[in-house]
């Protein structure tokens, strides 16, 4: 769900060979703090369990049309601090369109797609801004989505908790820019996050579900922009 703007050099983990060598250092890791887990036998239970939660997630990418060599399943847990309080992360997507998701033995498949939904809509939604951001100021882009402006956006606000608690966070005097830099901005990324919250609605709900028309739409036009970036 948190995603973050800045790129980490880690390259992206893949095949089962080098996520046994990750998960078995990170289980060592564990074994080193101040809670060691639970018996060997154990620990090779709980791995067959990742794996099978990773071919999952894999069959959830061909699901999405996305390459499951960019989605890497991460035995760590992630938590991050947000108004205050710490909260664990389920997923993360990078500027350069890879996505980690954070490995919760409870996380349900249903859940689980609901979480790839979310960040593959960071995926486009930065695909999209970087091709805004590289054109002039009256280019095609800047045209189609002129009409969504900030004042129009900060009045509709969320469509969900946890968006609406990137608006809350939001930290800057003037509302947040489409396709602009929220997090250096306003420390926070209430357009990015609603737009992501609205994918998930439509893959948890299906296309017949009520949302905000205004977000929506825009939702609508991001994808259009990024299958037209794609061709
Ligand atoms: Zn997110």
């Known amino acids: 769900m948190k995603s973050r703007s800045t790129a980490r050099d880690e390259p992206p983990t893949i095949g089962a060979l080098s996520v ?25 239970e709980t791995f067959a369990e990742f794996l099978k939660k ?11 049309g996305f390459d499951a060599a960019k989605v890497t399943l991460s035995p760590r847990t992630k938590t991050f601090d947000f108004l205050g309080q710490c909260f664990t992360s389920e997923g993360q997507s990078l500027p350069d369109g890879r996505i980690e998701i954070y490995y919760d033995p409870n996380m ?40 969504y402006a900030p004042e129009a956006l900060a009045a509709q606000r969320g469509v969900s908790n946890y968006s609406n608690e990137h608006w809350d966070a939001w930290k800057s005097d003037a509302p947040p820019k489409l396709f602009f830099l ?7 990324e209430p357009i990015n996050e609603t737009i992501a919250e609205v994918a998930k609605a439509l893959y948890n709900w299906g296309p017949d579900v009520r949302i905000n ?19």
Request: hydrophobic share 40%; glycine share 6%.
């Open 20 to 44: 046994l060598r990750r998960w078995l250092g990170f289980s060592r890791r564990a074994q080193q703090g101040a809670h060691p887990p639970k018996a060997a036998a154990g620990d090779v």
């Open 213 to 231: 028309p205004l977000w929506r739409e825009l939702h609508d036009a991001i994808n259009e922009e990024y299958a037209a970036l794609r061709r």
């Open 54 to 64: 990773q071919q999952t997630l894999a069959a959830l990418c061909r699901e999405f």
């Open 108 to 147: 349900s498949d249903a859940r689980l797609g609901c979480c790839l939904a979310h960040e593959l809509q960071h995926v486009r939604y930065f695909a999209v801004r970087d091709a805004y951001r590289a054109e002039e100021a009256d280019g095609p882009l800047h045209r189609r989505f002129a009409k």
């Open 182 to 188: 929220e997090l250096e901005e306003g420390d926070s």
